[in-house]
């Protein structure tokens, strides 16, 4: 709940400015365009609506295209740090190559806070959805009231006329005592509903203005364009500016529909003169989300004007162009936004998650507990020792020929006698297992052995459908013997999305390979994940963050140290912090010394005189 809450005020909060801009760039692009077809501003602002729900959705779920992320930036080699598991190769040790990340801004609050909020927002959008329901009940009502009876024969002939120059079929024209003014209802069978002060006039140029302008709208299908406006404002309906790009498109869309009117059914002036008189019978006018009416956008004077100058417009293929070039423009700004954002930061979900973790903590180990002995075929057994043996042997005869058959063993996850095989200088990984000894570990340990050559068909296996697949792959790719830096770059990316995997023991062996790789790629993910539900996955995601030594993570770790319910956590927070000796971490520090638990205590007094010196 807590995650999603988190997700929902980071849309929230980034929306804020991001809608603010990507509208900014929209008035600019549509200030060029103002010379142009209407129906060209109207689309523009139509491209603005949807970057305007994506872009914001983008920043708070983390997926930046990558293309976007390309500026390559060098870093100083770090030490080892003196928490390091086991034995590793000095080339494991040096720090890879950087590639340019989202700049985000941590902001700190509390788990009440965002629920607070997210409470607030989902109240908020569900009395949008029930203003829109009542709008369409509305409508339907409407649509029940409309007959085509008592229709006077100059509204027939108007309505054919109309048909004929705007070449459109299917479409009703009626009659409701209900209507107050012209709508347009409906997309696959549209219908056009007259009040009966419309339908009285006998005068052929106003019925012909106010039946043409309805038709416009269902020649345009601008019931179809409105509906999916009106679904895609739900999300950011709470953004004062929502309002103001809702109107721009409602405004677009009049102004081109009296366009087409004036360009194919009635002359500019006489269309104008037959808008005032609409405008004198009418009795009241309020806007309906689903019915589209002559008097939509509420800019009738602007519209008077527009049709009694004589305007002189841009060509229509320089004005393509130029649409095109303000839709392109519009569309690398919005993503370049999703490189900036505001990221909330919270406390472990302590308070939240301590009761349910508590609970699942023993169905998690009884899920990966050993099978009895005594359940397992003494054959089957023997097979999988014998395969897991062999593979030992063509890891110490460096035989890379086998590549593809230990690629095919990595799904195999039969518990085995764990086989010593690395004892030699030449190498020893990190972890000498990682889950339970298992062929397919083995076959793991020996392609990471391989180093270089194995890398491009492990990290082809990232994606695989079996999660011991992926979780051997991962963690082999953090194993790599003898490898440059920024080497293993290419397979970050993949790491990180498997931090989200829905199998635990992957989503461990990717913030395990993370944490060997050292790529700050991968940071903001591996802060999200401090929040995961498995304290396994916790704890490793802290030891990375420890292996980077990135100040930015300061803030997250001493949430962690307060407030994570288990001791393994804590105390990789409070070594962290050691590591990356950030005098922004004393405070905390000091605090953790009260730690129920000694051994986090203790490890916050060695990350204390580690800071201090």
Known sequence: ???????????????????????????????????????????????????????PLLTASRLVPAWISSAQISTEPGAVAPGRLNNSSPQQD???????????????????????????????????AIRLARFWQRKERLRQTATRTSLAPEVMTAADQCRSLLAIQNVTVTRSSKARVPYTIGARHPLIVLPDAYCSTVDEAKLLSVIGHEMAHVARRDFLTNLFCELLCIPISFHPITYLLKREIDRTRELACDELVAGRVLAPK?????????????????????????????????????????????????????????ISILCLSALSLTMFGFELQTQVRAAVTQSILTSTAAAVQDRISPIPAAQ???????????????????G??????????????????????????????????ALETFKHPSPGEQAALVLASFGRPALTPLTNQLDSPN?????????????????????RANAVPQLIT?????????RMAAARALGELRDTRALSKLVATLSDDDWRVRELAVWALSEMKDPRAVTALCNVLLSDVRVEVRRGAAEALGEISSADALPT?????????????????????????
């Open 270 to 326: 006489v269309y104008a003169r037959s808008l005032l008189w609409a405008a004198d019978v009418t009795r009241q006018y309020s806007s309906q989300a689903f019915m589209l009416s002559i008097f939509d956008g509420r800019i009738l004077e602007e519209r008077i004007v527009r049709l009694m100058k004589s305007n002189t417009h841009i060509g229509v293929r320089f004005a393509r162009a130029l649409l095109f070039a303000a």
């Open 376 to 394: 397992q075929p003494r054959n089957d057994n023997r097979t999988q020792d014998d395969r897991a043996t062999s593979a030992c042997d063509a």
């Open 589 to 613: 520090l000091k605090q953790a010394l009260n730690d129920k638990e000694p051994s986090v205590s203790a490890k916050a007094a060695w990350a204390i005189s580690e800071i201090e010196g």
């Open 94 to 128: 040096s720090n890879v190559d950087h590639i340019g990340t989202r700049r985000t801004t941590t902001l700190s609050t509390t788990p009440r806070i965002i629920l607070f909020v997210t409470l607030a927002y989902a109240l908020f959008i569900l009395l949008r």
């Open 498 to 506: 498997l931090l989200g995997d829905s199998d635990e023991w992957v």
């Open 396 to 429: 110490k005869r460096g035989d890379t020929e086998a590549i593809p058959s230990l690629i095919a063993m990595l799904g195999d996850d039969s518990k085995i006698q764990f086989v010593k095989c690395w004892d030699t200088s030449r190498w020893s990984p």
């Open 467 to 487: 999660p011991t697949v992926r979780r051997n792959a991962a963690w082999a790719i953090g194993e790599l013997h003898n490898m440059l830096p920024g080497e």
């Open 1 to 55: 709940m807590l995650r999603t809450s988190e997700f929902i005020l980071n849309f929230v909060l980034n929306s804020f400015w991001q809608i603010a801009a990507i509208v900014a760039v929209t008035f600019i692009a549509s200030w060029l365009l103002r010379n142009g077809p209407a129906r060209y501003r109207h689309a523009l602002w139509v491209v603005a609506l949807v970057a305007s729900l994506i872009v």
